[in-house]
């Protein structure tokens, strides 16, 4: 298996621009997870989908950020318009339904909003 | 709800030195625990798991963490570390019945040759 495929690896985008990153989960796995990592704030869990369907976005920092999941291998984050704060690295992540599984990271979309 | 502290942000050992990476946790109900390593410029690993049973487990590179419910702590610990260890450690808990992971604000280990 290739693991949890984004893209792009980098994104350099100024103000104002639409960004859009793009995360392929495992096969077979049930739940998919976006995260946001920043010096200041670590590791924060945006939103999460089960079955291609959102269950938790409390975790979305303001409406200019939304995300989908049209189908079980296809996800995507979206941030329009982009700001420099929003400057991080957006991880997505997946794992299957079994209790007893951790979490296959993605290498990351590092974004840079200038 | 769940959170984690990881009372070091950044920890410098010296090669073949023993090191020990703290995790405390809190949560009202039972807890799953994780550590996940991040290697430079790459995504986070599962490096090893608390899910039940044993109390001691370890990863297949020498690592290991207690799991102490009465300390609410999952310390990490390697006898004699590698420079190939450098990197940044996330502690992680995952609450019974939650599918969401809470992560550690990390620790950096560095390994001086």
């Known amino acids: 298996d290739a693991g949890v495929i984004q893209s792009p690896r980098h994104e350099v985008t100024e103000m104002g621009q639409e960004v859009t990153l793009r995360c392929k989960p495992i096969s077979g796995h049930d739940y998919l997870f976006w995260y946001r990592q920043t010096m200041m704030r670590g590791l924060e869990l945006l939103i999460y989908f089960n079955n291609n369907v959102p269950i938790d976005d409390s975790g979305m920092p303001e409406d200019r950020f939304s995300a989908k999941m049209p189908n079980a291998s296809f996800s995507t984050l979206k941030i329009q318009p982009s700001e420099p704060r929003d400057s991080a690295v957006y991880f997505c992540?997946?794992?299957?339904?079994?209790?007893?599984?951790?979490?296959?990271f993605g290498s990351g979309t590092r974004l840079t909003v200038v | 709800a769940q959170s984690v502290t990881q009372l070091d942000s950044q920890v410098p050992v010296f090669e073949e030195a023993p090191v020990e990476l703290r995790c405390n946790y809190s949560?009202?109900?039972?807890?799953?625990l994780f550590w996940y390593v991040q290697y430079p410029n790459q995504g986070l690993q599962l490096l090893l798991k608390y899910l039940s049973g044993s109390t001691l487990v370890e990863s297949i590179n020498g690592f290991e963490a207690e799991f102490n419910k009465s300390q609410t702590s999952f310390h990490l610990r390697k006898p004699s570390v590698h420079i190939s260890d450098t990197a940044e450690y996330f502690c992680?808990?995952?609450?019974?019945?939650?599918?969401?992971?809470?992560f550690g604000k990390g620790t950096k280990l560095s390994v001086i040759p």
């Open positions: 992680a808990v995952r609450g019974a019945g939650s599918y969401q992971l809470t």
């Open positions: 992540a997946s794992r299957p339904g079994t209790a007893n599984y951790g979490y296959t």
């Open positions: 949560s009202s109900v039972s807890v799953y």
